[in-house]
């Protein structure tokens, strides 16, 4: 079983930084893919980025290229996401999620793990 637990949110003018960061314990050595989703109000959960935890490789929802950065430090099994030019539509619920098997990365549905999520709103 993997724990997650995020923290960094918090309120932020528009055109400003966060990083977040997810530590993962338990039994993680199975764990082939780590992701941050983000959910608004009255929407669905939105990937936004994914790190492959052999690799490194990442992808990113189109709405943050450039923007935002994922990555890991697997020897701390942390997972961290790098904020900038941060704009009023990125206020959401984040939340660090993990996976062992495989499937479209932006398919919440494919994750095995979630943590509870840490707010970020941008003003």
């Known amino acids: 079983h993997v724990q997650l637990v995020e923290s960094g949110g918090g309120l932020v003018q528009a055109g400003g930084s966060l990083r977040l960061s997810c530590a993962a314990s338990?039994?993680?050595?199975?764990?082939?893919?780590m992701a941050w989703f983000r959910q608004a109000p009255g929407k669905e959960r939105e990937g936004v980025a994914r790190?492959?935890?052999?690799?490194?490789?990442?992808y990113y929802a189109d709405s943050v290229k450039g923007r935002f950065t994922i990555s890991q430090d697997n020897a701390k099994k942390m997972v961290y996401l790098r904020m900038i030019s941060l704009k009023p539509e990125d206020t959401a619920m984040y939340y660090c999620?993990?996976?062992?098997?495989?499937?479209?990365?932006?398919?919440?549905?494919?994750?095995?793990?979630w943590g509870q999520g840490t707010q970020v709103t941008v003003s």
């Open positions: 790190i492959a935890t052999g690799s490194g490789n990442t």
């Open positions: 999620a993990a996976r062992s098997s495989g499937g479209s990365w932006s398919d919440a549905s494919t994750y095995n793990y």
């Open positions: 338990g039994y993680t050595y199975n764990r082939n893919c």
